[in-house]
């Protein structure tokens, strides 16, 4: 996949999840995982740096599972020269899809995810 952005924090909820997530099926790089130490990259456009889990009781106490699973606390927008290749690649992988490719009214043509923390993960075709 062709994704580019610069910068964005989402919260969740397993962080193995997130990373095989963004790593595996995005195709991002670990970079600074503060867990477990410095990592490295080639290619710095496409990092990742995983935030801390958020615990049960930080979740029941400031209610973030309800506005993760409804797509509200977090969401993040990807561009790609090819929408329709990488929302098959994503379809292909199993990621839990919300929207299909579509022109949107306003001139974007674009298609939404959920990562596997359910934050809205929308990728928009750039020309």
Not at 54 to 76: E, P
Not at 94 to 102: A, M, R
Request: glycine fraction near 8%.
């Amino acid at each position: 996949m062709n994704l580019t952005i610069h910068q964005t924090y989402l919260p969740q909820d397993d962080p193995d999840a997130a990373l095989r997530f963004y790593c595996d099926v995005l195709g991002f790089e670990l970079r600074g995982d503060v867990g477990k130490g410095p990592g490295g990259s080639s290619a710095p456009e496409r990092r990742v740096v995983p935030p801390a889990a958020v615990t049960r009781a930080s979740r029941r106490r400031w209610m973030i599972v309800d506005m993760m699973a409804k797509g509200t606390f977090g969401a993040i927008n990807f561009a790609t020269p090819s929408l329709d290749t990488t929302f098959a690649e994503l379809e292909a992988a199993g990621v839990d899809i919300v929207q299909e490719p579509l022109d949107q009214p306003w001139g974007l043509r674009d298609c939404a995810v959920r990562d596997p923390a359910g934050n809205l993960v929308r990728i928009i075709q750039v020309r």
